[in-house]
Nanobody
Framework: QVQLVESGGGLVQAGGSLRLSCAASGGTFWSMGWFRQAPGKEREFVAA????????YYADSMKGRCTISRDNVKNMVFLQMNSLKPEDTAVYYC?????????????????????WGQGTQVTVSS
């Protein structure tokens, strides 16, 4: 059974940091990504990483403020977020692609991912 479980969300003051984790099980995931959805807004891309970790990509809004990484031995993906802003407040979702990709595949569209976690809330207070 494929499962993605996020953790690490919480309440943090503006300028603070959080590290989100995603535990993956039940499959091999080529591209893995983080997305977020704020109340009343559509889900948006945050960051993605290829299986080999060779390729990473970040949304413009997060460039320079976050780092995505993965540990394929432990089947974990991480999102380190720094200098957080109130506008970063959202539910953050981990996504995995188990399709016909390869170790260098990286996706930024939500429609390219076939498995999703339940989300973890991140709230940044001003």
């Amino acid at each position: 059974q494929v499962q993605l479980v996020e953790s690490g969300g919480g309440l943090v003051q503006a300028g603070g940091s959080l590290r989100l984790s995603c535990a993956a099980s039940g499959g091999t995931f080529w591209s893995m990504g983080w997305f977020r959805q704020a109340p009343g807004k559509e889900r948006e891309f945050v960051a993605a990483i290829s299986w080999s970790s060779t390729n990473t990509y970040y949304a413009d809004s997060m460039k320079g403020r976050c780092t995505i990484s993965r540990d394929n031995v432990k089947n974990m993906v991480f999102l380190q977020m720094n200098s957080l802003k109130p506008e970063d407040t959202a539910v953050y979702y981990c996504a995995g692609d188990s399709g016909s990709g390869n170790r260098y595949t990286l996706y930024t569209l939500a429609s390219d991912y076939d498995y999703w976690g339940q989300g973890t809330q991140v709230t940044v207070s001003s």
